[in-house]
Nanobody
Framework: QVQVVESGGGLVQAGGSLRLSCAASGATFSNYAVGWFRQAPGKEREFVAAITWSDSSTDYADPVKGRFTISRDVTKNTVYLQMNSLEPEDTAVYYC?????????????????WGQGTQVTVSS
């Protein structure tokens, strides 16, 4: 089974950018979909974006459309989340997760493999 490790969080001012990375270990992301989720203090975890490794199909939550971009690097077996025009409301712990899905638009649920999370803080 695949294991995932996030990195790239930090503190940024509103309007700034960050790039999160999700690396696979123990297996490759082949035949997987990889998703990003976030959980803000006092709120439930929510879907952010996802990508299907084989055909690069993507899906985004409405609050991040046009600001965030999910992509993959086959040579590094890594998925990225480029976050631009960050807002204080984007402050959360961001989690990467994987699920078996060989093709098609990635689903937003049913991810069994989770990382430890990385903190993103956007100051106003």
């Amino acid at each position: 089974q695949v294991q995932v490790v996030e990195s790239g969080g930090g503190l940024v001012q509103a309007g700034g950018s960050l790039r999160l990375s999700c690396a696979a270990s123990g297996a490759t992301f082949s035949n997987y979909a990889v998703g990003w989720f976030r959980q803000a203090p006092g709120k439930e975890r929510e879907f952010v974006a996802a990508i299907t490794w084989s055909d690069s199909s993507t899906d985004y939550a409405d609050p991040v459309k046009g600001r965030f971009t999910i992509s993959r690097d086959v040579t590094k077996n890594t998925v990225y989340l480029q976050m631009n025009s960050l807002e204080p409301e984007d402050t959360a712990v961001y989690y990467c997760a994987g699920r078996w899905q060989p093709f098609g638009v990635p689903r937003r649920f049913g991810f069994p493999y989770w990382g430890q999370g990385t903190q993103v803080t956007v100051s106003s």
